[in-house]
């Protein structure tokens, strides 16, 4: 499982791992938080085991033991990523992984991730393939995110846990995105996400990760008017 090399860093090395749901595997139901927990971007940021994408080129869960050693060790960060918790207030930028995780699990096109620090669980994201329309998008047309909505992917619920906050992981993590993208969806020239504009620091998060803000925004969400950003693919 080969991964993108980089800079480790004193902060550990950040790797994302896709969680498509094996056959035959249960989540374990979240419970209450360990005593080192596992491991929405910085703060208020908002079938089969498949390669990592990571800085340092380690294979996460890579084991001589061959596809069972693999299959459990996605097994197991699909069971951290439930018990992944948000700063208090964060809940109105993002919903926690134990209701998105499920929700992708049920829709083709949508591609769950992990964010590893270390092999510890940090993080967590999608990436779907359908990108959606809408009113209130502005300037434009007023119901288009992009030009080209068929060659982009979209990033949604992206967050990192409490814990990792601050640390710089959701831009390293973001920096890692174009490769976990074009293996998800070869036909992709972008991927785009929304993050509102009442989360500044999650706006800070994606620029410094590599996400250009495209001038558009997003005026039809509950919680207010979002930044539409744009990471070029090609």
Known sequence: MPGVTGSTGHRGAVELLRLDKPDGVS???PGEARDEPPGEASRDESGGPR???????????????????RLAFIARVRADVLRLRLAPGQGRFVDPPVVTL????????????????????AGFGILDKAVPSGTGIVPGDGSSLTAAPERAVMLRSFLIEVRWQGEGVARRACRLLPSLAREAAPEAEE???????????GYRAY?????????????????????????PLV
Not at 102 to 121: M, N, R, S, Y
Not at 193 to 201: C, D, M, R, Y
Not at 208 to 227: M, N, S, V
């Open 27 to 29: 989540d374990e139901p």
């Open 191 to 201: 991927v785009l996400a929304t993050v509102k504009t009442a989360n500044p620091a």
């Open 207 to 231: 620029t410094a990760g590599g996400f250009e803000d495209t001038g558009r925004r997003y005026l039809g969400a509950d919680a207010g008017p979002q930044h539409v950003l744009s990471m």
């Open 51 to 69: 390669e990592a994408r990571d800085e340092s080129g380690r294979e996460p869960g890579d084991d001589p033991a061959g596809a069972d050693a």
């Open 102 to 121: 499920p929700k992708a699990d049920a829709v083709p096109g949508q591609v769950p991730f992990a964010v590893l620090v270390d092999g510890a669980t």
